[in-house]
C-alpha cells in the first residue's frame, strides 16, 4: 500500500472516527488487537497450570482434568474432577488425564491388559523417583515410561 492510498483510506476511516489522530488510534487498537493475544497463553489454561504448581501436582495438557500427583504433593492434596470428592485426577498409560473412580489392584502397561471399561493409570514410583531407569528390571519390575519407574493399575471412570 503506498502513501497515497493509506491517507485516503485514513481519511475515510477519520470521516467517521471523528479525527485523523482517533482514525490512527483505532487502527492501532485494532492491530494490537491481533497481533498481542497469540504471544500469551489463554487465561485459563495458565491459571490452571500455576493452580496445579502451586499445589505441587503435575499439570496434564490433555485429557479430563489437568492436574495431577507428584512425589512432592502433599499427602493432604487432592486432585478432584467434576467437583467430585470421589473421583480424581490420575495420568493413563497413553499419557492423558483420565478421572478416576475406582481402581483393580492389578498392574498393566496397556488398557487392553484391564478389563472392559477400564483404564491403564500410571503414578510415579515415588521410591525410585531418583531412579532413571531403562527397563522393568530397574524398577523393581514395574513399568519404566521415560526413563521414570511407574507404578500401573487398572481403573475405571468416575460415574458421570
Known sequence: MDERSFDDLVRKFSARAGSRRRALELTGAALLTGVVPPLFPRDGEAMSRRK???????????????????????????????????CYCYQTVAGDAFCMGASAPSSCTADDQCATGFRCIVTLDCSRA??????????????CLNSRCMTTFCATPCPT
Open 52 to 86: 496445579c504448581h502451586k499445589k505441587n501436582g503435575r499439570y496434564l495438557s490433555s485429557g479430563q482434568c489437568h492436574c495431577t500427583y507428584s512425589c512432592e504433593t502433599h499427602h493432604n492434596v487432592d486432585f478432584h474432577c467434576h467437583g467430585n470428592r470421589h
Open 130 to 143: 531418583d531412579v532413571s531407569c531403562t527397563g522393568p528390571a530397574d524398577c523393581g519390575g514395574g513399568l
